[in-house]
């Protein structure tokens, strides 16, 4: 009885070990199963994501970005196929290993390595590859090793490496048997012209992303799609044969065709460069060229400006900037040097905003004519020099003021007076109407990147709307007072100003075409066929004389604008809208010059002048066609023919023909050189020289500083030192104020071949003042 109750408690141990035996291996099981549906099914895609990374190899192919091109297909920026050179660590590392050698035995036999000679081989591998790739590529001998010793099957070495180093490079690698170094496709953005229109072409970082300007504005069209190579590896993480590698080739970018005219900017840069030396403006100054009818920027630019190739360093001949960082060290210099740089990155014309001053009385004009305050015969418009306006005393720019005045006069005069009598007739209500009209609340919508808006008044009272009648006391973007002034004189039509014109893909097939968009007309053609005869008058009889032309209609408007604090007489703008041909009006150039640092600080005085010189430069290139009165025929320039090896007789008739005096050095019966030389243009007063058998003289001569003198006294002197002037700007007929030099190109001091053309701009110090 004792021993079959023994036996019926061991059968229940052993079946309570047996179930839970069952149990601990369904549990098991259930965990086992469990994980690997987690593994398998719910977390399947990481997985898998993780075994492609240990077996494959992707690599990056940088696609081309594309092509920046002027409105006649000049390209401007351009990227140049270069390579990018990589390494494989885990390839290094395991070919490295290797190529170890074990030890001789006794019997000649060679051992397997052991740990310590697979190191040494592998630390002798991997620094070969480094000093081949440091040496080549001038890079840091210990940044490089540490590269290739991580842990990871892509590190990256060196971009935008040109073709012929790194063929050099692999060539040397093949020779010394060394792999796990590798090349993809890369591109280098080149900008063919350095400092041309660096401000609205803007520049790419290291990876080849726009940073500023149209590289920003226009990145997505002109960067491309990416390609990539993907190469399955063995378990040494070598690649596999060529049927195991998946191409996916890059799509290169668009390009872009800007609105800008390189002949046109090139005039622009060339005179802004020439007012920044002769004023030395303390903030720079900055030019806008742009069609009126289409609103397409054919110029713009801020000087000083900086190198697109090397954006991040200030050029040497900007010493004023280079000077700021005297004195400087550790961060305060950092600091320092990238506020400089953000300064000359900045595009003045649409980033920066300021007080307009009187160019701004073309809207307080056109304004009240439109709204029938004012009409085009009305007068008794009387300036004493200043005016009260509640209880304070406003000043006209003319101290003793422009007397009684018709409507025209007082834009003429640019009288500040009258603008206040004519506004106070107008309201707030109609001001601030107009002002929004014209766009001064709003971005011009100008296709670049950072465009700042208007700053205005929330409330207006009496003396705000004094003030604002003639520019002071709120503010707007350069771009957008242009634009204002070229709807005036555009039938009123507000167009929106943009600098690209076309996109197109890598064949030059035209993708898209930026057509004209005009806002809003907001005067009448009536309205604007009088304020283009009142701007016309400016230049022919009021403050903008300076800007006057010979052979082309030229209207436009001066202004010298304050900035606070007011008080002080340095802080000034000086600035001059000008447009043209008045018959047909087609083209505005803006110029402004913020705190000159000379004398004379108006618009009239120093930057009227500037506006003429760009017009004579851009109107004949746009085949703009010069139209002479009687009294300009001294303007018309003739070009001087080869006469070299012609006989005297010969050379002599052909210069009467032509109607140029010539005089005649040496005793010979045959021209044997000439000065000018032949296809240069000169003005009728000036003297051809015609050697016969006497030596031309080759050294250069010294250009000497005419400033000052009359016409007649600027061209004796020039001659004297064998030079040639063409004569531009304002002539004394014109004006009964004395004309005098005030500008010259080249500048004085500089050293110029014999026969050279020096142009003389002059102007009339009267106007120099508003």
């Known amino acids: 009885m004792a021993r079959k109750r023994s036996h019926r408690k061991t059968m229940t141990m052993r079946g309570r070990i047996m179930l839970l035996i069952l149990v601990f291996a369904v549990l098991s099981f259930l965990i086992v199963g469990g994980r ?7 977390n399947t895609n990481f997985y898998q994501s993780k075994a492609a990374e240990n077996q494959t190899k992707d690599m990056i192919i940088t696609p081309t970005r594309g092509t920046i091109y002027d409105r006649n297909m000049t390209e401007l920026a351009v990227s140049a196929t270069t390579q990018e050179i990589s390494v494989d660590p885990s390839v290094i590392r395991d070919k490295g290993k290797a190529s170890a050698k074990g030890s001789v035995d006794a019997k000649g036999k060679e051992t397997a390595a052991t740990d310590e000679q697979k190191q040494a081989a592998l630390e002798e591998y991997q620094g070969n590859i480094a000093t081949i790739l440091s040496e080549n590529l001038e890079l840091d001998y210990d940044e490089v090793l540490e590269k290739i010793q991580r842990d990871a099957s892509y590190v990256r070495i060196a971009r935008r490496v040109d073709a012929d180093i790194a063929d050099t490079i692999m060539q040397a690698l093949d020779d010394a048997g060394l792999v796990g170094v590798y090349t993809t496709e890369d591109s280098k953005r080149y900008y063919k012209y350095g400092t041309f229109a660096s401000q609205v072409l803007g520049f790419t970082n290291d990876d080849g992303e726009g940073l500023y300007g149209v590289e920003l504005q226009y990145n997505d069209t002109l960067k491309g799609v990416a390609g990539r190579v993907v190469k399955a590896t063995n378990a040494l993480g070598s690649d596999m044969p060529y049927d195991y590698e998946k191409y996916v080739e890059a799509q290169d970018g ?33 030019g806008i ?19 697109l190739n090397d954006p991040r360093t200030i050029p040497e001949e900007y010493t004023s900037l280079l000077a700021e960082l005297d004195n400087l060290s550790g961060d305060e210099y950092q600091e320092k040097y990238s506020e400089i740089l953000l300064r000359l990155w900045r595009n003045k014309p649409i980033n920066d905003t300021y007080e307009p001053g009187s160019t701004f009385k073309i809207f ?3 304004t009240a004519l439109e709204e029938g305050v004012v009409s085009r015969d009305s007068s008794g418009f009387v300036c004493g020099g200043s005016k009260v306006v509640k209880d304070r005393t406003i000043n006209c720019w003319k101290s003793g003021g422009h007397g009684s005045q018709t409507l025209m006069d007082t834009l003429a005069n640019s009288c500040n007076v009258a603008m206040m009598d004519i506004a106070s007739m107008m309201g707030t209500d109609m001001f601030r109407k107009y002002f929004e009209a014209y766009g001064m609340l709003e971005k011009t919508g100008i296709d670049l990147p950072g465009e700042a808006t208007g700053i205005f008044f929330d409330e207006m009272g009496e003396v705000d709307l004094a003030t604002a009648s003639f ?10 007072e242009l634009s204002m002034v070229a709807a005036v004189c555009n039938d009123g039509n507000l167009v929106v100003p943009h600098v690209v014109k076309e996109i197109v893909d890598t064949e030059g097939n035209v993708l898209q075409t930026m057509e004209t968009e005009t806002k809003r007309q907001v005067i009448s053609e009536e309205t604007s066929d009088v304020m283009c005869e009142f701007l016309e008058n400016v230049v022919a009889n009021g403050t903008g004389q300076n800007a006057y032309v010979a052979g082309y209609r030229v209207g436009g408007k001066t202004a010298t604008s304050q900035k606070q604090p007011k008080s002080d007489n340095s802080l000034r703008i000086a600035s001059f809208i000008g447009v043209a041909p008045m018959d047909d009006p087609e083209y505005a150039v803006l110029v402004m010059i913020d705190e000159p640092q000379t004398t004379e600080k108006g618009g009239g005085a120093i930057a009227a002048p500037v506006v003429g010189r760009i017009f004579e430069d851009i109107l004949p290139y746009l085949g703009v066609e010069a139209v002479y009165s009687e009294e300009e025929t001294d303007r018309q320039e003739i070009t001087v023919p080869s006469l070299t090896n012609k006989s005297l007789e010969e050379a002599k008739a052909a210069l009467e023909e032509l109607g140029l005096e010539y005089q005649v050095t040496g005793d010979g019966d045959t021209v044997t050189d000439q000065l000018p030389v032949g296809g240069i243009s000169i003005q009728p007063s000036n003297t051809v020289t015609l050697y016969c058998g006497e030596e031309k003289s080759a050294e250069k001569v010294t250009v000497p500083d005419v400033s000052g003198m009359s016409v007649e006294a600027a061209r ?10 063409k004569q531009n700007g304002i002539a004394s007929w014109r004006t009964s104020g004395a004309s005098a030099a005030v500008a010259q190109s080249p500048a004085a001091d500089s050293e110029v071949a014999r026969g050279s053309v020096v142009t003389v701009a002059f102007g009339n110090n009267m106007t120099s003042q508003e």
């Open 36 to 42: 690997l549906f987690y593994l398998q099914v719910i």
């Open 254 to 286: 668009n390009g872009i065709v800007l609105t800008l005219d390189e002949g046109v900017q090139h005039y622009l840069e060339k005179h802004l460069e020439e007012v920044l030396d002769s004023t030395d403006a303390k903030k720079g100054v900055c």
């Open 289 to 307: 060229v742009m069609n009126i009818k289409t609103g397409e920027i054919l110029g713009m630019s801020t000087k000083p400006d900086f190198d």
């Open 364 to 366: 307080t004009v056109s």
């Open 471 to 480: 520019g002071q006391n709120f503010q707007v973007t350069p771009l957008q």
């Open 716 to 725: 004796a002197e020039l001659a004297a030192n064998g030079l040639y002037m």
